[in-house]
């Protein structure tokens, strides 16, 4: 199978808008080379030796590859990324002399070189992410690894967004907490709230590829029996009844994690409360920093309450309690 091969030169600063809006254009995946040289520091932070050699990208830019099917229609793409990029000077950024180019590549040759890029990472005081070709010992006392293969098609797991989602659960889970991942991706939140002493996971996605990844992934790291993946979104589980036996999550649960866009999660606040226990925890992220106001609005609105909310980078987290008195 052949791939869409888009590659994009803007700014290193911009990485973080430039990333996002590949993903929501519908990038399969994104790579992303900075510019080095020999006086540029690297990360030794794992005593690894660099063999990488410096490259000719101009200073202060980075070369962002992403991915598309090959169905896709890439020139309308193209238009809407020039699109936001030269709009990203509203947001307090700057694109920079970018291009943009369309290629291709085989499926093969993508899958063995975007690995170079990931290396194990740690998220939390706790939580370590591990590529499985990686070999890592842990170096913390009391270190969890959850250990990903995240296909072609979805992300590490290191990106903001989910990172903002594992440390809530870090500090949310206290054992035995039953727990919905909506969005789930390559599974890697509800592998977190395994490692961490959650007793239950129902792991959804609305995309059966992701639900695939994510089941892989989840067995890789030895919760096959405790945690069910679903081809559905949070309403269609409401719809089914008030008990899954087969995951043993039933939809009145202590935590429920969504690591989406700012838009879809405004679309469905008043399911999330639906589910929670009394006294529940929200954790959602995938939120950039100009949407933070009305998405703190609509979970007031709903009647949760901010518990805390934690920002990485340009990214922000809402940790939101449902009311104790709340009735089930």
């Known amino acids: ?42 990360d030794n932070l794992y005593g690894e030796l660099h063999d990488t050699p410096t490259n000719d990208i101009r200073p202060g830019y980075a070369v962002f590859k992403a991915y598309f099917s090959e169905d896709t229609q890439m020139e ?23 291009t943009i180019d369309i290629g291709s590549v085989h499926e093969d040759d993508w899958a063995d070189a975007w690995k170079q890029y990931f290396k194990p990472v740690p998220i939390t005081e706790r939580l370590t992410i591990k590529p499985t070709w990686e070999d890592y010992e842990p170096i913390r006392e009391g270190e969890l690894i959850i250990e990903i293969d995240p296909g072609m098609a979805f992300g590490t797991g290191t990106h903001p967004t989910t990172a903002l989602c ?14 919905i991942d909506v969005g789930t991706g390559s599974g890697v939140l509800a592998i977190g709230a395994m490692k961490l002493g959650a007793s239950k ?54 935590i429920v994690v969504a690591n989406i866009l700012a838009e879809i999660i405004l679309l469905f606040i008043g399911d999330v409360m639906e589910v929670l226990k009394p006294g529940g925890i929200y954790i959602t992220s995938g939120i950039y920093k100009n949407k933070e106001l009305i998405v703190e609005a609509g979970l007031l609105a709903a009647g949760f309450e901010i518990i805390e909310v934690l920002r990485q980078e340009e990214w922000i987290a809402f940790v939101a309690g449902k009311p104790k008195g709340d009735s089930e």
């Open 76 to 98: 309308p793409i193209a238009e809407q990324l020039k699109d936001l990029l030269n709009g990203l000077p509203e947001y307090g950024f700057d694109a920079g002399e970018f």
């Open 201 to 254: 996971v129902l792991a959804l996605d609305l995309d059966p590829v992701a639900v695939k990844v994510a089941g892989e992934n989840i067995a890789l790291n030895g919760y096959a029996d405790e945690v069910e993946t679903k081809v559905s979104d949070l309403l269609g589980i409401l719809t089914e009844g008030d008990e899954r036996p087969d995951s043993g999550v039933k939809p009145s649960v202590d």
């Open 1 to 42: 199978m052949r791939w869409h091969e888009l590659t994009v030169l803007a700014t290193e600063t911009s990485q973080e808008m430039v990333t996002h809006y590949l993903t929501e254009l519908g990038a399969g995946g994104v790579t992303i080379e900075e510019a080095w040289s020999a006086d540029k520091p690297r």
């Open 166 to 179: 594992l440390k809530a659960l870090d500090r949310a889970i206290d054992g035995g907490e039953t727990v």
